[in-house]
C-alpha cells in the first residue's frame, strides 16, 4: 500500500500533508512530511527526524470510541492485508520497521536500526533492539527466532500470506516454503536475523521488511494454532505493541477483545516498554463498535465526544464538515486509487475490445462524484498515482493517450466503436453470458458499483448486481478468484511501500495470482508485461525504475486490464475533543498510537 510525492492537492479547512508508502521509501526514492489538522507530537528514536509538529503534544489517558460499519477482515499480522485491519494491527503488533504516521521513511521498530545490505545486495542483516516484550500471556522477551517464525508462517497454507512470493520470494528456499524453516533465513543470535537472497534484490526485500509479516510471533505459542486450517492464531493473538487485543488468562482474544461483526477492544500492553517505541500511547483504551450506517455514522462522529469513525466519508458527510466542522475534518492526499476490475480470464472481458468499450463508456467523473468530487478525489487515468514514483512516465495527470482514456465523463461513440471491433455489429452486446457486478453496500461504493452496473446495460450486457458488506466483497468475491467475478467496480490500492512496483507488480502480475487473498481480482496475466515487471523488478537506479514502470502503467492502460476512475484524497472525520492523528500512509486512516483525546 504506498508512495512518495509530485503534487500537492488543495484541502478545504485541512493543512495539506505530504505522503504515503505503507511502510515507506528508500532513500533514492526521497520523503516528505506534513502536520495533519489534528496532530500530536511523535517520539523517534535518535538520529530519526520527526515529521510532525512538536508542539502539538498529545493528552495521556481516556477512552476512545470508534464507530465503524465493516468488520475486519484477518487481524492476524501474518495475513492482514486490508487498511482497516492494519488500523489495529499496527497498534498491537510492531514489525521489524514502521512508518511515522506523516512519513513515507521507514524507522526502525523490532529493528535496532537501518538494514545492512551486502555489496552484491544478496544477504541483508538486521539486528534487533532489546527489551521488547510479548504481552500475556506468552511475557518473554521478543527475539530474532521469533521474526523468524513469523516469516516462515506466512508460507504455510493454512495462514497464506498473500504478498510473500511478492515481495520475498528471492529469499532462498522461500519459492518452495510451505511453513517450516527457511534456508536463506538465518538467526546467528538471539537479536540478529539475516536473509539470504538468491538474486540481487537486497534493497527492495529490505523495504518489504516494514509490512506486518515481519512482526514477530512466539513459535512455542502459536505453533498450535498454526496446525489449524485456517490458523486459528488470531483469535489467540499476542501483542508487541503499545495495545493489545483484549484477552483472557489463556490469551483467547475472540469473543472478549473481537467480536466478529460486532466490536474490538484494545486495552494497553502491560509489558510494552515505551523506552523502545517511537509511538507516544496516549490513550488507555480504544472501543471499536462495529456496524451500522456510514451517513449516520459520520454525523454521530461530527456531533459526538471521544469519538472517531475510521472509513471513507459520505460525499454529504464531507461537504458537511468542510462548511462546518473543518477542524474536525482530515483530508489524506495522495490515499491510492480505485478502479474497475474486468476478469481478463473469462468471457465476456477476456476480448480486449470488449474491455475497451467498457472503458470508453463508464463516466469516471460520476464515479469521482459519488465519493465527494474534487475536494476529495481526482479522475484517475491510470494505476500509479499522484506522488508515486513513476507517475509523470506514465503520463501524468492526462495519463496515456488512447481514446477510449480521454473522456472522464464517459463516450459512447467510442464505446460503440470498440464493441463492433469486438464482433457486435450493432455497438450492443449481444451474447447470453450474464455479467456478474459485485460491489460493497455501504457508501459511496453502493452508488459508484450501480453506475458501474448501468453502463453495463446500457451498453446491452445482462447483469446480476450484488452488494455485500466491504470486506465480504473483497473476501468472498472479489479476492477469489475461483468465484471467476466478471466485474468488482469499487477495489483499490495502496502502495505496500514508496516504490511504483509495489502498486503495479501485486495488482497486475500473472505471477502474483493467489487462491485466497488474490489482489488481482481482474486475474490478469499477460505475458509481455509479467516479464516487463519482472526485468524492472532488478533495476536499482531511481529514474530507471521510474521510467521501466511507467512504461508498464501505459501497458496496462493500453490493453485495457482495469478502468482506474479515483486518486483518492482520503477523508476522515474525529469529533470536536479528539486530537486525530492520520495514518497517512494507510489512507488517512487514525493512527491509534498518536490520537488523543484532548
Known amino acids: ?235 489467540y493473538q499476542v501483542a508487541t505493541g503499545p495495545y493489545m487485543l483484549k484477552n483472557n488468562a489463556e490469551g483467547k482474544v475472540l469473543g472478549i477483545g473481537y467480536v466478529p461483526g460486532k466490536s474490538a477492544t484494545l486495552v494497553r500492553n502491560p509489558n510494552w516498554n515505551a523506552k523502545t517505541d517511537f509511538r507516544p500511547a496516549y490513550l488507555n483504551e480504544i472501543k471499536i463498535h462495529l456496524g451500522g450506517t456510514q451517513a449516520v455514522i459520520d454525523r454521530q462522529v461530527l456531533e459526538g465526544k471521544s469519538v472517531v469513525q475510521n472509513e471513507p466519508v459520505v460525499q454529504s458527510a464531507v461537504k458537511l464538515a468542510a462548511e462546518h466542522y473543518k477542524s474536525q475534518l482530515d483530508l489524506s492526499p495522495g ?72 473522456h472522464p465523463e464517459g463516450n459512447m461513440a467510442v464505446a460503440e466503436k470498440y464493441m463492433k471491433l469486438a464482433g457486435y455489429p450493432s455497438g450492443k452486446y449481444t451474447g447470453t453470458k450474464t455479467v456478474q457486478v459485485v460491489g460493497a453496500s455501504s457508501a459511496p461504493e453502493k452508488e459508484d458499483a450501480e453506475i458501474v452496473n448501468q453502463t453495463l446495460k446500457n451498453l446491452g450486457f445482462n447483469t446480476k448486481l450484488t452488494l455485500v458488506e466491504i470486506s465480504t466483497m473483497y473476501a468472498k468475491y472479489c479476492d477469489a478468484p475461483k468465484e471467476e467475478i466478471e466485474v468488482c467496480p469499487t477495489v483499490g490500492w495502496i502502495a505496500d511501500f514508496a516504490d511504483p512496483q509495489t502498486v503495479l507488480k501485486p495488482t497486475f502480475d500473472g505471477n502474483s495470482i493467489v487462491s485466497t487473498g488474490n489482489v488481482n481480482q481482474g486475474q490478469v496475466n499477460i505475458p509481455k508485461i509479467n516479464e516487463a515487471m519482472a526485468a524492472a523488478e532488478l533495476i536499482k537506479g531511481k529514474e530507471e525504475r521510474e521510467k521501466a514502470w511507467g512504461k508498464i502503467d501505459e501497458e496496462l492502460i493500453e490493453n485495457a486490464v482495469a478502468i482506474p476512475y479515483d486518486w483518492e484524497k482520503s477523508p476522515r472525520l474525529a469529533a470536536s475533543n479528539v486530537h486525530g492523528v492520520a495514518m497517512l500512509w494507510n489512507e488517512g486512516s487514525w493512527d491509534y498510537s498518536f490520537t488523543s483525546l484532548k
Open 335 to 406: 490515499a491510492g486509487n480505485r478502479y474497475i476490475t474486468l476478469n481478463n480470464k473469462v468471457p465476456p472481458f477476456n476480448n480486449l475490445d470488449l474491455r475497451k468499450a467498457v472503458y470508453a463508456a463508464v463516466d469516471r467523473a460520476a464515479l469521482d462524484r459519488e465519493r465527494g468530487g474534487t475536494l476529495v478525489t481526482n479522475v484517475a487515468t491510470h494505476f500509479i498515482y499522484p506522488t508515486i514514483p513513476g507517475f509523470e512516465q506514465s503520463g501524468g495527470l492526462a495519463g496515456p493517450k488512447v481514446d477510449y482514456n480521454e
Open 1 to 235: 500500500m504506498r508512495s512518495t510525492r509530485v503534487m500537492l492537492f488543495a484541502v478545504v479547512g485541512v493543512l495539506t500533508a505530504l505522503v504515503l508508502a505503507a511502510c515507506g521509501s528508500s532513500s533514492e526514492s526521497g520523503s516528505s512530511s506534513s502536520a495533519t489538522g489534528n496532530g500530536a507530537s511523535v517520539v523517534t528514536p535518535a538520529g530519526y527526524q520527526s515529521s510532525v509538529d512538536e508542539s502539538l503534544s498529545g493528552k495521556r489517558g481516556g477512552t476512545l470510541e470508534v464507530l465503524q460499519e465493516a468488520d475486519f477482515e484477518h487481524l492476524d499480522p501474518g495475513v492482514t492485508y486490508f487498511a482497516l485491519d492494519y488500523t489495529v494491527v499496527f497498534a498491537t503488533q510492531r514489525p521489524l520497521y514502521s512508518n511515522e504516521p506523516n512519513s513515507n521513511e521507514p524507522i526502525p521498530d523490532i529493528a535496532a536500526g537501518k538494514p545492512e545490505v551486502s555489496a552484491d545486495n544478496k544477504t541483508i542483516t538486521v539486528h534487533l533492539k532489546e527489551g521488547i516484550h510479548f504481552s500475556p500471556p506468552v511475557n518473554r522477551e521478543v527475539v530474532a527466532q521469533d521474526v523468524a517464525y513469523a516469516i516462515e508462517r506466512g508460507a504455510n497454507p493454512n495462514v497464506a500470506n498473500p504478498y510473500i512470493q511478492t515481495y520475498f520470494s528471492s529469499i532462498e528456499g522461500m519459492p518452495k516454503a510451505e511453513g517450516g524453516p527457511i534456508k536463506g533465513i538465518e538467526t546467528p543470535n538471539k537479536h540478529e536475523i539475516v536473509f539470504h537472497l538468491t538474486e540481487p534484490k537486497g534493497f527492495f526485500v529490505a523495504e518489504a521488511l516494514c509490512l506486518p509479516l515481519t512482526a514477530a510471533v512466539p513459535k512455542e505459542y502459536a505453533e498450535k494454532f498454526d496446525k489449524s486450517k485456517p490458523s486459528a492464531y488470531t483469535n
